[in-house]
């Protein structure tokens, strides 16, 4: 079933459970809230089509009402926490449907069991999407959840706790309401004593969470000075970087890096962590997270480097872990050994440059922008760019892989680039980066960028839009500001530059930039009129026109929506505080300035001390009014937020009504259409009635025909029996014909391996016995030679008693006769000890061979047996030597 279907068949499914809330329509409607769920359509609410956005209305709307059924509300709140997936999902389920009150309506009426499990279910879909949120109490309910969530910190269930804390930390944070409720309650020391307990708890998730609640009630208390000290702040930020790289889960991750985040807004704060002595091994530590493969992760590592860039005594310090990681010092013993350590963190970062730019994580835009500032940083005057130098060469061909490559989505890609153009902006204000960057860009890369740029400002792309617009211009306006700065070092770059700068589509997004809110796109749109002015073909004329229609727009649209634009145009808390203060100021300059004027008079500090009061005074009656201001346009905003309700659900009744009167017409056409076909129903009765008569009579024909038809089947089962006994015994006697065949193959095999052993053993024994014969032919002929030499012997000694003078030289031949002698006799002695052991050798063979041709006549007759036993024909087997 497709997604369309699904939905389709949910709204019935609510409509019917709305008609008759029934144990059966709540089954119905449960089965089709699980069968969306396991669509898995996490971006649905986002999709912007209208009959998804009517189902979740109209499940809000069921989880809000008190007869809803638990199983109902539980499946409701489980389809609900899968879609709140991305920002956009839990912005629409928040403003336009009103969700959080939804549910904390849903909790104060289950507050007298906070174990239930469909609290704890609507504790985490709160916690869900109140995160990096800030929550308006504009109804009575969230006043009454604080309480809850108050009520059950305290209580001794970590089950219900941990969830309550976690909602309370996401509640309180920037929000100066809820804050300021959660000061003026009776119970709230109470409150905090339990806080500071929980700092002892084993759970590092109940730790963050304490800690980012104490930060947001009493950072600028004296609770939160005693707390945050001199004393503890060390300890603080060693627990916090021990959270953020050994944490278990991303979830206590994220508190982690949030809470270290809200701390660093603090200057006091800011100061001790610039002097706390293990930062540059916690930041290495926190460098080596990037190498991880989570997208979250990675996006709040980056969300908490930029934070820390924010603050200029750790600037210089994250230049030098990123740049010089091999200077960094490393902590001892702070939990897991992974690889963090063996790659540097510049390709860790540069790796998150290619994530995609859309997204609740986009690493690649936070990358980029931590990379801006930390070259800012390294390339400056107080920099060292010889640090840098090896990094920018690595980054260099990553940046600009972005720029040569068009992204499928015109806006992501505009957003990528407008990021990379003022990294390489950097990149040019030193004098050998900007070198390096020279040999890597070419003029025809600026202009084929340029091109893409201009058409996406100009609506060529299917998707453009004024925002659109806006961004591709930003982005255009970066990439002529990037040839400006690079028109005298790379070749063909100035005549691009000059050539894009008469272009008639520059006015465009000149325009934009020159009118716009931005100072830093109206002083480069400023530069590149200059650069343009002198041109011959500059579109001037057309600049002027673009120009005064974007004022003209804008007033336009000012005077239709005076309402949404006072709303928007409030100035935040600082701007005022900072507008107060200069007005302060400037009063007590007047008054200074008058009282030099009459120094004589003798009342000139009562004047003082009394004007002194009064300006306390105007400041906090300034305060007080700036706090009415923030809860009016709060108001005004929650009060357009119920109009566009009301009027979107009158659109609705009235569509329902237009679809009721549809369905009624169509009743009635259906009505005439069921009386015709009534008509020719009752004719066809009349005839069915004759017919039904034959059926009767075919009917006791057939009867009989069963009858004999049950004889028959009764044979043809005894049949089959019988067939079935036979096919089970030809089974078997197959099985076991297989069987034999197995061991007839297996053991001729054997008889192959003897034959071919017996082989072997007979012609080994015929090489032995060629080898006896051949020492016996050396045995006789050395008999022989020692009969010859033993005549000789005989015929020496009858020539002695001839030749007696010759005695000596004849007893010196008869010793080396002896000698030769004794040789041959040994030789003699050894040939019959290796004759001897032939023999016996030849004995054992003729033995071993015997016991094979007993073990051969048995294999015989055992394969004469199995042939005989499955009908073959054996031919005999002839075994010899």
Same mark, same amino acid.
């Given at each position: 079933?497709?997604?369309?279907? %699904? ?17 059966? %329509? ?42 809803? %059924? ?20 839990? +912005? ?40 990096? #949120? ?123 890096? *949030? ?148 992204? !499928? ?6 957003? @990528? ?97 020159? #009118? ?7 002083? #480069? ?24 229609? !974007? ?42 300035? *008058? ?73 009635? @056409? ?16 009349? @005839? ?8 009767? @009579?075919? !009917? ?67 090489? +032995? ?28 000694? *009858? ?83």
């Amino acid at each position: 079933m497709d997604g369309t279907t %699904c939905l389709k068949a949910l709204l019935l499914a609510m409509q019917q459970y709305e008609a008759g809330r029934t144990a059966h %329509c709540a089954a119905q409607l449960v089965k089709q809230v699980e069968e969306v769920s396991a669509l898995k359509c996490e971006l649905l609410l986002s999709s912007g089509q209208p009959l998804p956005n009517e189902c979740v209305r109209g499940l809000a709307e069921l989880t809000g009402s008190a007869t809803t %059924c638990p199983t109902v509300a539980a499946a409701i709140l489980s389809l609900l926490a899968q879609l709140a997936c991305d920002d956009d999902s839990k +912005k629409i389920l928040d403003c336009n449907l009103d969700l959080v009150g939804i549910l904390a309506s849903l909790v104060y009426r289950y507050s007298a069991t906070p174990a239930d499990p469909l609290v704890l279910q609507s504790l985490q879909l709160l916690q869900k999407l109140t995160y990096n #949120t800030r929550v308006f109490p504009s109804s009575s309910h969230v006043y009454k959840l604080i309480d809850f969530l108050m009520v059950n910190i305290q209580s001794h269930s970590d089950d219900i706790m941990l969830p309550c804390l976690g909602l309370m930390a996401n509640l309180c944070r920037n929000n100066y309401a809820v804050q300021s409720h959660i000061k003026s309650l009776d119970n709230v020391k109470s409150f905090y004593r339990t806080l500071i307990h929980f700092l002892a708890h084993n759970s590092l998730t109940v730790v963050v969470f304490t800690l980012s609640v104490l930060a947001s009630l009493t950072l600028n208390e004296k609770v939160g000075e005693k707390l945050f000290d001199a004393k503890n702040i060390h300890q603080t930020f060693q627990l916090v970087f021990n959270i953020i790289v050994n944490g278990d889960g991303t979830l206590t991750r994220k508190y982690a890096v *949030d809470l270290l985040v809200d701390l660093l807004q603090n200057p006091k704060i800011a100061d001790y962590l610039t002097r706390y002595q293990h930062f540059s091994a916690c930041v290495s530590q926190v460098l080596g997270l990037l190498q991880l493969k989570d997208a979250d992760s990675a996006a709040k590592v980056l969300e908490l480097l930029l934070a820390m860039c924010a603050v200029s005594g750790l600037r210089p310090q994250l230049c030098r872990a990123l740049f010089k990681p091999a200077a960094a010092p490393k902590l001892r013993a702070i939990g897991r050994r992974q690889a963090e350590h063996k790659a540097e963190p510049g390709p860790a970062l540069a790796q998150w440059l290619g994530s995609p730019v859309g997204g609740a994580e986009a690493c690649s835009l936070k990358a980029l922008r931590l990379l801006d500032q930390l070259l800012e940083e390294a390339l400056g005057a107080d920099g060292d760019p010889d640090d840098a130098r090896s990094f920018v060469e690595m980054l260099l061909p990553v940046l600009l892989d972005f720029v040569k490559g068009a992204d !499928n989505n015109l806006r992501q890609h505009c957003e @990528r680039v407008t990021h990379v153009n003022d990294v390489l902006l950097v990149m040019c204000g030193e004098a050998t980066t900007r070198a390096l960057l020279s040999h890597h860009v070419s003029a025809q890369l600026c202009l084929s960028q340029v091109e893409t740029l201009l058409a996406g400002c100009h609506g060529d792309s299917p998707a453009a839009d004024d925002a659109l617009s806006q961004v591709c211009a930003e982005a255009l306006l970066g990439t002529l500001e990037l040839m400006s700065k690079l028109r005298q070092q790379v070749k063909d770059m100035e005549t691009s530059f000059y050539r894009a700068l008469q272009d008639r589509r520059i006015a465009t997004p000149l325009a934009l930039a020159l #009118t716009s809110h931005h100072r830093k796109r109206v002083r #480069t749109g400023l530069a590149l009129l200059l650069e343009a002015t002198p041109l011959p073909d500059f579109p001037s004329l057309v600049l002027a026109e673009s120009m005064a229609a !974007n004022n003209a727009y804008r007033q336009k649209e000012a005077e239709l929506s005076v309402k949404r634009v006072a709303v928007r145009d409030v100035p935040p808390p600082g701007s005022n505080a900072s507008a107060s203060s200069s007005g302060v100021h400037s009063l007590a300059e007047k008054l200074h300035n *008058d009282l030099e004027e009459r120094a004589e008079d003798a009342h000139v500090s009562d004047i003082i001390d009394m004007y002194e009061q009064k300006i306390a005074a105007l400041a906090s009656k300034e305060s007080r009014l700036q706090d009415v201001l923030e809860a009016k346009a709060v108001a005004l905003s929650q009060a357009d937020r119920l109009i566009a309700q009301c009027h979107f659900q009158q659109a609705r009744a009235e569509a329902e009504a237009r679809k009721l009167a549809g369905l009624l017409k169509e009743a009635e @056409r259906r009505r005439e259409e069921l009386r015709a076909e009534l008509g020719a129903q009752l004719e066809e009765a009349r @005839r069915s009635e004759a017919d039904t008569e034959e059926l009767l @009579r075919h !009917n006791a024909r057939l009867q009989l025909d069963s009858e004999e038809h049950q004889a028959l089947k009764a044979a043809y089962n005894s049949l089959l029996d019988r067939f079935n006994e036979s096919e089970r015994l030809l089974k078997e006697l197959q099985t076991a014909h297989a069987d034999l065949s197995k061991q007839y193959e297996t053991l001729k095999k054997n008889q192959q391996t003897l034959q071919t052993q017996h082989d072997k053993t007979v012609s080994l024994l015929r090489e +032995k016995e060629k080898e006896i014969t051949s020492l016996r032919s050396d045995v006789r002929l050395k008999d022989q030679d020692a009969a010859a030499l033993r005549g000789e012997l005989r015929a020496a000694a *009858d020539e002695r008693r001839e030749q007696e003078r010759q005695k000596r030289e004849l007893e010196d031949a008869l010793d080396a006769l002896k000698k030769e002698l004794n040789k041959t006799e040994q030789a003699r002695k050894d040939a019959s000890i290796k004759v001897s052991s032939l023999e016996l050798q030849k004995s054992q063979l003729e033995a071993k061979l015997k016991q094979r041709e007993d073990q051969l006549g048995k294999h015989s007759a055992m394969i004469a047996m199995i042939h005989s036993l499955s009908g073959g024909k054996q031919n005999e087997v002839n075994l010899s030597l």
